[in-house]
């Protein structure tokens, strides 16, 4: 069972209730994507992701990439849809316009890419690096880039890459080796090898843009003298047409858990010459600023790939779960086998997914709404004040959403019993699939060091204390009818607050404050979802007691089930998620010395 049908009323809930579109097309800049346009276009993007890319993800699974001279061969149903997905134009939403994008905020381009992400996660991975690519020169490339690759970059007719990744420089970035020596020309020589390139080569674009970091003959060490470089596998003539293949090949194709059809590449540089062709963004030894702008870009993005493959691994698992019989329900006569979705601890696992699923969902498009203020807003303070809160909720999306995207996966896999261990019900395959959003990107552990180090200290704290005010506040907004949710709530955000504090009070203790940053990360997201879920739940309450469910309301598109179950979910978020938070306040409070207490040798005996 492999279907998946986009969640599209669940989308548009979350875009008017929790994250309102309302307040990003009473922007200029926005003013064209009104309500109608982009509920049309999302159910649209649905109907193409369900339709044309969802019955290619076992086609990548099982064929995957393979290195074919110095090409990448991919399953020939990538090929057909990618070009269904150029001439559609999805690729284009959230570009400028002056480039031939849409200029659709970036919240609605996400609930795009879930869609996309759902439907194979593989095939997902290209447009993935490709938009951040985008984003990366138009902030950081000079007018002639620009112009010269961007145009076709924003179609998707050429795609992008990031290449930071050498053998001896993973998450220590600063290790890198790969050379860039200036030719007379004005032009750079790279040479080196670059490691675990997502789409570093393929079949599906007419160009591939590379952006390479390396280091100029004379720069300082570590990442003060890295430098950021386009090297284009094709040059590009000044007519624009396509020139000689540049000096970058492909070495070979990594065989991975999961993800098999995104071909994850070892690409040489400058192996057959005095060096591949690049051209340097920005000023020397800059690099770093550039690669993190797409890196925050790409880092949300990958927290809704976990939001994405738990989505269609839990559409799975509820449609498993009611065709498969087993056991006697609570309800069943004696000798009578029921669907598995009758029993309690089946039950347990749905809807533990379907509130974190929704959690997830609403964080991830909150951080888009804030990222789409910062950039369009009038009003510099809010511009200020939604990148900061951009910033703080990025490593939660990143970090919270790809860890859950495995525990929910898992949850999906579970449920199928021992068909799930069997690759033909295809569940596998998302719990395989799912595995590397928590390592790219920026591992996890880093997220949460960045979360403590770096966002929590903005305005030394105010920023943070400010927030969670908030939501220390926010209980008392639900109506008595929610007053379980809120009371569970106020529980929640007292402890974060509390540990917060804790954080601030050590913070001359790095060591012990980065002992606790996992599970502090963990809480921060765990009390966010929470609110977001119950103002999730007060918007449906308020549908329902208007009259709005039945079809009387303007809102027709909502039912009462539809309604009843947003309530049902976040009090089941509140009642049985949320009390976790409490669990995992010692683990930040702890400090580092019982990590440290044992030597390697101790940790090795037996």
């Known amino acids: 069972?492999?279907?998946?049908?986009?969640?599209?009323?669940?989308?548009?809930?979350?875009?008017?209730h929790v994250t309102p579109l309302a307040e990003l097309t009473a922007l200029d800049a926005y003013s064209h994507a009104d309500p109608d346009l982009v509920y049309g276009l999302l159910e649209e993007a649905g109907r193409f992701s369900s339709q044309a890319i969802a019955p290619t993800n076992r086609d990548g699974d099982?064929?995957?990439?393979?290195?074919?001279?110095?090409?990448?061969?991919?399953?020939?149903?990538?090929?057909?849809?990618?070009?269904?997905?150029?001439?559609?134009?999805?690729?284009?939403?959230?570009?400028?316009?002056?480039?031939?994008?849409?200029?659709?905020?970036?919240?609605?381009?996400?609930?795009?890419?879930?869609?996309?992400?759902?439907?194979?996660?593989?095939?997902?991975?290209?447009?993935?690096?490709?938009t951040g690519a985008v984003y990366l020169l138009t902030h950081h490339g000079s007018d002639e880039q620009q112009q010269t690759y961007l145009p076709k970059m924003v179609t998707g007719e050429w795609s992008g890459t990031m290449n930071l990744t050498e053998p001896q420089a993973g998450s220590d970035v600063g290790a890198v080796t790969t050379k860039a020596v200036p030719n007379?020309?004005?032009?750079?020589?790279?040479?080196?090898?670059?490691?675990?390139?997502?789409?570093?080569?393929?079949?599906?674009?007419?160009?591939?843009?590379?952006?390479?970091?390396?280091?100029?003959?004379?720069?300082?060490?570590?990442?003060?003298?890295?430098?950021?470089?386009?090297?284009?596998?094709?040059?590009?003539?000044?007519d624009g047409s396509l020139g000689e293949r540049n000096d970058v090949k492909v070495v070979s194709v990594e065989h991975k858990l999961g993800i098999h059809a995104s071909p994850t590449c070892v690409m040489a540089y400058g192996d057959d010459g005095d060096g591949a062709i690049g051209y340097l963004v920005g000023e020397p030894n800059t690099g770093m600023r550039g690669m993190f702008t797409m890196m925050n870009d790409a880092r949300l993005g990958v927290g809704i790939q976990g939001l994405a493959i738990a989505e269609r691994a839990y559409q799975q698992a509820l449609a498993y779960s009611q065709e498969r019989r087993q056991g006697r329900g609570p309800t069943s006569e004696p000798g009578e086998?029921?669907?598995?979705?009758?029993?309690?601890?089946?039950?347990?696992?749905?809807?533990?997914?379907?509130?974190?699923?929704?959690?997830?969902?609403?964080?991830?498009?909150?951080?888009?709404?804030?990222?789409?203020?910062?950039?369009?807003?009038?009003?510099?303070?809010?511009?200020?004040?939604?990148?900061?809160?951009?910033?703080?909720?990025?490593?939660?999306?990143?970090?919270?959403?790809?860890?859950?995207?495995?525990?929910?996966?898992?949850?999906?896999?579970?449920?199928?019993?021992?068909?799930?261990?069997?690759?033909?019900?295809?569940?596998?395959?998302?719990?395989?699939?799912?595995?590397?959003?928590?390592?790219?990107?920026?591992?996890?552990?880093i997220q949460a060091l960045d979360l403590v180090g770096r966002k929590l200290p903005y305005d030394g704290g105010a920023f943070v204390k400010s927030f969670l005010a908030d939501l220390a506040t926010f209980p008392d907004e639900l109506p008595e009818s929610l007053s379980s949710i809120a009371s569970h709530l106020r529980d929640a955000v007292q402890q974060l607050?509390?540990?917060?504090?804790?954080?601030?009070?050590?913070?001359?203790?790095?060591?012990?404050?980065?002992?606790?940053?996992?599970?502090?990360?963990?809480?921060?997201?765990?009390?966010?979802?929470?609110?977001?879920?119950?103002?999730?739940?007060?918007?449906?309450?308020?549908?329902?007691?208007?009259?709005?469910?039945?079809?009387?309301?303007?809102?027709?598109?909502?039912?009462?089930?539809?309604?009843?179950?947003?309530?049902?979910?976040?009090?089941?978020?509140?009642?049985?998620?949320?009390?976790?938070?409490?669990g995992l306040a010692g683990a930040v409070t702890a400090g580092a010395d019982d990590l440290y207490a044992l030597s390697p040798e101790q940790l090795a005996s037996r």
Not at 208 to 228: E, F, W
Request: net charge negative.
């Open 497 to 582: 607050e509390q540990v917060t504090d804790w954080i601030f009070e050590h913070r001359e203790q790095p060591n012990d404050v980065f002992a606790g940053a996992t599970p502090y990360l963990r809480i921060f997201a765990t009390v966010v979802g929470g609110w977001l879920l119950a103002t999730g739940a007060k918007a449906a309450r308020e549908q329902l007691d208007a009259g709005a469910g039945d079809g009387s309301g303007a809102t027709h598109v909502w039912d009462d089930d539809f309604l009843e179950a947003k309530i049902v979910t976040a009090r089941f978020y509140a009642e049985q998620l949320l009390p976790q938070v409490a």
């Open 184 to 238: 007379d020309d004005g032009t750079y020589a790279i040479t080196g090898q670059k490691i675990y390139i997502t789409f570093g080569e393929h079949q599906l674009t007419d160009n591939i843009i590379h952006l390479v970091l390396a280091r100029l003959p004379d720069a300082p060490p570590g990442t003060k003298g890295i430098s950021l470089f386009i090297v284009p596998k094709f040059l590009v003539n000044e």
């Open 337 to 445: 086998q029921s669907p598995i979705i009758e029993h309690a601890d089946v039950r347990r696992m749905l809807l533990t997914q379907k509130a974190y699923i929704e959690a997830m969902r609403a964080l991830c498009y909150l951080n888009g709404h804030a990222l789409d203020l910062a950039h369009a807003s009038a009003d510099p303070v809010v511009r200020e004040q939604q990148q900061k809160l951009a910033d703080l909720l990025t490593p939660l999306s990143k970090a919270w959403c790809t860890d859950l995207g495995v525990e929910l996966t898992s949850l999906a896999l579970q449920i199928h019993g021992g068909m799930g261990y069997v690759e033909e019900t295809g569940v596998a395959q998302h719990y395989r699939d799912a595995r590397i959003a928590p390592i790219y990107e920026g591992t996890n552990g």
């Open 1 to 16: 069972m492999t279907d998946y049908t986009a969640p599209v009323r669940d989308i548009r809930f979350v875009l008017e």
């Open 62 to 130: 099982t064929e995957g990439a393979r290195v074919e001279g110095d090409e990448v061969i991919l399953p020939g149903s990538f090929k057909r849809v990618y070009d269904q997905y150029v001439e559609a134009g999805w690729g284009t939403l959230q570009h400028p316009t002056e480039f031939g994008g849409g200029g659709f905020p970036l919240v609605v381009a996400n609930a795009v890419k879930e869609t996309i992400n759902s439907a194979n996660l593989a095939f997902s991975l290209g447009p993935l690096l490709t």
